[in-house]
């Protein structure tokens, strides 16, 4: 037997002849080569997918060799697509693995180029890309697999259009955000300190200088006699920013003259950031009324070591400050390297001069940057090491001011970099599922046959013909599964049926289309009144082409045999409603204005893969979402500079889901009894009254004609069938509880004495008081 079939001799064995054919015939795309890519790629690679293309726009970093098995240290910065192709090729070389370095929302990667794909798996640990595939999945209706890690746990969803719900049909949480006046003044919590670090003192001191125009507008608010007091601030704190922004950007290391020694930036920036501006907030006494003050640093007593933080608040602070003073056997005086051969580099705590230290050696390293290459600014990185040093020695020195427990260098990077823990079996577990969800939509899609639609690649203008999976409307999802790892020994692995599209869903619910144009001549109203069926007008004097040479006044939903398909969707473009044309948030026209309308879409900045939304705003339709294509290589120059979709997409009306309210009957029907009527037919046993005001104490026996007795009721429900002559109903306000001990004693509690009269010699009181 030859290497290449013994390859495969397992997975076909156990997958099946036909199903394991077809995995050579499906394109996969992968997106994410990180941790849970690079065991996707391995385990695709290993079952039989031989036509692989792996995407991904980061580098290799050191931190990530510990959990990405297919990096080594000679590929540390070097493309992680391009290293995890090469090394995944090495397993079976029979398999084809074409690499990208980019991003995926790159206009080239659009709907024509989605369309060219089997299935999509998704590897990716960024919200707004995993938004982004889900939405271009949905649009050329590819399924998708989509996957996650946090520490142990995972899961792995399929989604696929019409069929299962999308990424987007349940709300996603936003990333959780701090006031600006708690971040700016008032810290309580470490991550406080580091997202003011990291967001505010970053980019003021290292980005773009964004008070360079303020100056002009103090001068003009004092000319129109605004507070001049405040103005006066103002302008001075602006002024002290200035100052330590023109010294990083001129900052000479070699530099031995005195002037130069006194506009040290990071020296500037200290005694600015945590002495002037603590001491300008401590003058506002009303805000540390009901706080703890912050404590201003001193940097000469902090560089020898007589420098002690006052230590009055509450207890908490001061166990914080005296570690930070010295006070703690790891960062004072005491054992300290013996604690550093227990203690990491990066997971050790620093005290309040080696906080400092950091900072100087990070300012001077950042400041070096600007001065001496074309970069203008510098932006936080975690895999940066001088800015996570700047950003740790910061918010550990403004932590230290305000009282707050200080972090290592290794926290502050997880948690200014936004890092999920990540475990590498955790990792390796999901991609296993991530492929048997891939083989579970193959198997659940009729036999492979090409797309209907012959997709366009992106880069060529030519047809592919590699897409297997069918559409929903012709396969059969319903045993599809979201599959969850969970922290239960005894079920590590849990999994729920797949729900179903959320009607409200402004995603996967919109009605999609694709309109292959050339941007430079092809107007919004060609697109827009094209897509929607509507007749030219005046000031269209040309038709755009359609697809299979069809009419464009054609009827919208005519099927092959020229038959309408359903009554819930607009027939034809006759009916014109009012509309609104959005390109993602930017709205380009709406009902009263329409100037837009007869500009080209490139100079409405409207380019390939993009998305012009077109609203009813009578909220009757579903959106249609109109995709922007290249046209195919062989389109003749002559003919028109767009081509419509045939058919014509389908309106499809809104569902309209009405609140569950109950509604209230103009006459309110009567409170019916609780209790359960007496049978007509008499039962054995015997009927007591408790608490009776009759003294008539008599039992009935036998079962004559005639006679009656009584059952035991059940609470809560009304027989009417049994009881056609209700009397006037009364309420039963007996305790259940009460009622069901008596019951089970075989006792028969009544609403009153009332009810023993129809009884006559058949009831026994037991109390007459």
């Known amino acids: 037997m030859s290497t290449a079939a013994g390859r495969t001799k397992h997975a076909e064995a156990i997958l ?24 996707l790629l391995k385990t695709l690679v290993l079952t039989g997918f031989t036509q692989i293309t792996l995407l991904d726009l980061d580098t290799i970093d050191l931190s990530n060799l510990n959990r990405q098995f297919l990096f080594r240290t000679k590929d540390v910065k070097k493309p992680k697509s391009i290293t995890a192709a090469r090394a995944a090729s090495s397993f079976n070389p029979n398999v084809k693995i074409d690499p990208i370095f980019g991003n995926i929302k790159a206009e080239e990667y659009d709907i024509d180029w989605f369309k060219g794909f089997g299935v999509v798996l998704n590897a990716l640990d960024n919200l707004d890309a995993r938004r982004h595939v889900n939405r271009m999945c949905m649009a050329a209706g590819v399924p998708l697999v989509e996957s996650g890690t946090a520490g142990y746990l995972g899961q792995v969803q399929p989604l696929v259009k019409d069929a299962t719900e999308c990424f987007d049909c349940i709300p996603k949480p936003t990333p959780k955000s701090f006031p600006v006046c708690t971040i700016r003044s008032t810290p309580s919590q470490p991550i406080h300190c580091i997202v003011w670090s990291k967001s505010y003192l970053m980019g003021q001191l290292f980005g773009r200088d964004e008070d360079a125009g303020e100056t002009s507008e103090l001068d003009e608010a004092e000319n129109n006699g605004e507070n001049v007091e405040e103005i006066a601030n103002l302008r001075k704190e602006a002024q002290s920013f200035s100052r330590v922004r023109a010294a990083i950007r001129s900052y000479s290391p070699n530099s031995t003259s005195t002037a130069d020694q006194n506009n040290d930036p990071a020296k500037l920036a200290f005694q600015k950031i945590f002495s002037a501006d603590i001491q300008n907030l401590l003058n506002m006494g009303d805000m540390w009324k009901h706080r703890e003050p912050p404590v201003p640093l001193d940097y000469d007593q902090i560089i020898s070591g007589t420098f002690i933080l006052d230590k009055q608040g509450s207890s908490k602070a001061k166990e914080e400050r005296n570690r930070i003073n010295g006070a703690s056997s790891l960062n004072g005086t005491g054992n300290k390297k013996t604690a550093e051969k227990v203690v990491m580099k990066d997971q050790r705590k620093l005290t309040l001069k080696e906080n400092l230290m950091l900072f100087n050696t990070s300012v ?15 932006e936080f990185d975690k895999d940066d090491e001088d800015t996570l040093d700047f950003v740790t020695a910061a918010s550990n020195l403004r932590s230290a001011a305000y009282g707050i427990e200080g972090k290592s260098k290794w926290e502050v990077k997880e948690m200014a970099g936004n890092i999920i823990p990540a475990i590498a079996t955790t990792n ?25 639609s012959e997709p366009v690649n992106a880069t060529t203008a030519t047809p592919s013909s590699s897409s297997t999976v069918a559409s929903s409307a012709s396969a059969d999802y319903s045993l599809l599964r979201n599959v969850h790892i969970q922290l239960k020994p005894s079920v590590p692995l849990s999994s729920v049926t797949c729900s179903s599209p959320n009607p409200n869903c402004g995603v996967c619910r919109d009605v999609y289309t694709l309109v292959r144009c050339d941007r430079t001549q092809t107007t919004l ?22 697809e299979n040479g069809q009419s464009q006044n054609g009827n919208r939903n005519e099927n092959e045999n020229g038959s309408n398909d359903d009554d819930d969707e607009v027939n034809d473009g006759s009916e014109r409603k009012e509309i609104s044309v959005y390109e993602d948030k930017r709205i380009l026209v709406d009902p009263d204005w329409d100037d837009n309308l007869d500009r080209t879409l490139d100079s409405l900045n409207v380019g390939r893969g993009k998305f012009i939304s077109i609203v009813d705003e009578e909220g009757d339709w579903e959106t249609v979402q109109v995709v922007i294509g290249e046209l195919p290589a062989s389109h003749p120059s002559t003919a028109s500079p767009y081509i419509l979709p045939c058919p014509l997409p389908k309106l499809v009306k809104r569902k309209k889901i009405k609140p569950l309210v109950p509604s209230v009957p103009s006459t309110p029907p009567p409170r019916l009894s609780l209790k359960r009527s007496l049978p007509t037919d008499a039962d054995d046993g015997d009927v007591m009254i408790i608490d009776g005001h009759n003294g008539n104490g008599r039992t009935r026996d036998g079962d004559g004609e005639g006679q009656r007795a009584l059952k035991k009721p059940r609470l809560g429900a009304y027989d009417s069938q049994r009881d056609a002559k209700t009397t006037t109903p009364t309420m039963d306000v007996t305790s259940p509880s009460k009622r069901k001990r008596l019951e089970e004693d075989g006792l028969v509690l009544m609403d009153g004495p009332g009810e023993v009269d129809e009884f006559e010699e058949d009831v026994i009181v037991i109390d007459d008081d």
């Open 16 to 39: 099946g002849p036909e199903l394991h054919t077809r995995l050579s015939l499906t394109k996969v795309l992968v997106v994410g080569a990180g941790g849970i890519g690079c065991e």
């Open 364 to 378: 001077q390293s950042l400041s070096m940057r600007l001065s001496t290459s074309q970069v203008q600014t510098i």
């Open 428 to 452: 390796a577990i999901i991609a296993g599922l991530i492929v048997l969800q891939a083989l579970n939509l193959l198997r659940a899609s009729p036999s492979a046959r090409p797309s209907p």
């Open 525 to 546: 109203r060609d697109v827009v009144q094209g897509v929607l069926g509507w007749t030219s007008g005046q000031s269209q004097n040309r038709e755009g082409a359609i």
